[in-house]
Structure formats: C-alpha cells, structure tokens
C-alpha cells in the first residue's frame, strides 16, 4: 500500500520568511497526492492536490507544492509565511488499491513567530 | 454554507459509558468516513461509508459501530468507552471517490475517557 512520511515533527519560522514542508511518499507508479492544513481547533481543509501534468502545483493561500518522481518528495512551500499559517499539516496520499481511501502522514506543526 | 457538522464539540465520558458522536453533512455526498487523530499519528480511517445503508471497516475499528439510514448522517457509536478511545474525531465526506473529490471535513469532536 502507498504510505506518506513527513520527516518533520515541527518546524517554527519567523513572519516573512519563507516555509517549506517536506513529505515522502512510497509507491511505484504516479501517486495522487494532496496537502490539508488544520488549524487550531478546526478540521482539515484541502490547500492543493497532484495528480499528473504539471509538477508544480497552486493551491489556495498562497501555497504551492512541487511533485519529484526522482526524489519520491511533494514538498509544500510558501515564499512569505504569515502569523495565520500558524497550523498543523498534512500530506496525504491516495491508496489506489482501494475505493478511494486517503492515507495521512503524521502531521508538521508550524510555528510561526513575530 | 454548513458542509459537514459535528456533533457535540467536546464531551468526556467515564470508563464503560456509551455515546453517540453524531455527523450530517448538507452536500448530498454518498460517501462519509470517520477518522480519529492522535497525536503524531496523522489521522487513522475508522469506519467508512459508501452510500445510505453500506458501512465498512477502515483501519482502526474495533470498539466502534457506524450506521447510515439516510445520506445525510453518519453516527459513530461508542458502546464501552475505554481510555484507549480518548482521541479528536473527524467527520467527512466526499461526492465520490477518486482523484477529483476531495473529502471535506468537520471542526471534530474531542473525547477524553476518564
């Protein structure tokens, strides 16, 4: 089965700075990957998905993610953080043997500070 | 525009009790799921449902029971609360399934067994 793995646990930026966040995913063919954001005390939202074509991909609040098939990686990045990117992530990817079921990866709790 | 509403937002519940967590969704989605989340474990698929009527087993089940009567609400059930179930619950659901639906989520319920 496809699996996702974020390396990192936690991850605090300074507002303005830039932000990337790292997910390794496991599978042979194309996988269908997406990103949530959760922010405190709220559900996940969708901020964008891959699922081929163009391996740079917008999403909503100004995030982007790019999809490496050499590195098995579909990083999230943002040029200028913002204190209310101030949230848990979430890579997901889809399990293709099944009838549709996301797989998470753990989750990287972004701090953002003034 | 109310999506997927969860039901209660908090509750603690003493060891043996019983409860109901409950979920509706107004978007006409046949398909519902039921996650739980702890902490650095991502999310984790309890029970999902494919339409009114048809339920299945996700990753983690045992201890809980779902029922779909309508395409509306997905209830999940606690018949003998244990401390192992202290976790936040997610609610959410999707028109379809596949790479084009993404699944839209509820604020969560946040259970503590004492």
């Known amino acids: 089965a496809q699996s996702v793995t974020q390396p990192d646990i936690h991850i605090t930026v300074s507002e303005g700075a830039s932000l990337e966040l790292r997910c390794n995913y496991s599978y042979g063919a194309t996988p269908y990957l997406f990103w949530y954001v959760q922010s405190p005390g709220q559900g996940l939202q969708l901020l964008l998905k891959y699922f081929s074509g163009d391996t740079l991909v917008q999403g909503i609040k100004g995030f982007e993610a790019e999809f490496k098939r050499s590195q098995s990686s579909f990083n999230l990045r943002k040029p200028s953080v913002h204190w209310s990117d101030a949230a848990e992530y979430f890579c997901a990817v889809l399990q293709t043997d099944s009838w549709g079921k996301l797989q998470f990866g753990a989750g990287t709790q972004v701090v953002v500070t003034p | 525009n109310a999506g997927v509403t969860q039901t209660p937002k908090f509750r603690i519940l003493k060891i043996g009790q019983s409860m109901t967590l409950q979920c509706t969704q107004d978007?006409?989605?046949?398909?519902m799921y039921w996650y739980r989340q702890d902490p650095g474990m991502g999310l984790k698929l309890i029970y999902y449902?494919?339409?009114?009527?048809?339920?299945d087993k996700g990753e983690v089940p045992n201890g809980y029971n779902v029922s779909r009567s309508t395409t509306e609400d997905f209830p999940l059930r606690l018949e003998l609360a244990a401390p192992s179930q202290t976790s936040v619950y997610f609610c959410a659901s999707s028109y379809g399934t596949g790479t084009h639906q993404p699944q839209h989520f509820g604020d969560g319920t946040r259970l503590s067994i004492l």
């Open positions: 978007m006409n989605h046949n398909y």
């Open positions: 449902s494919v339409g009114a009527g048809i339920t």
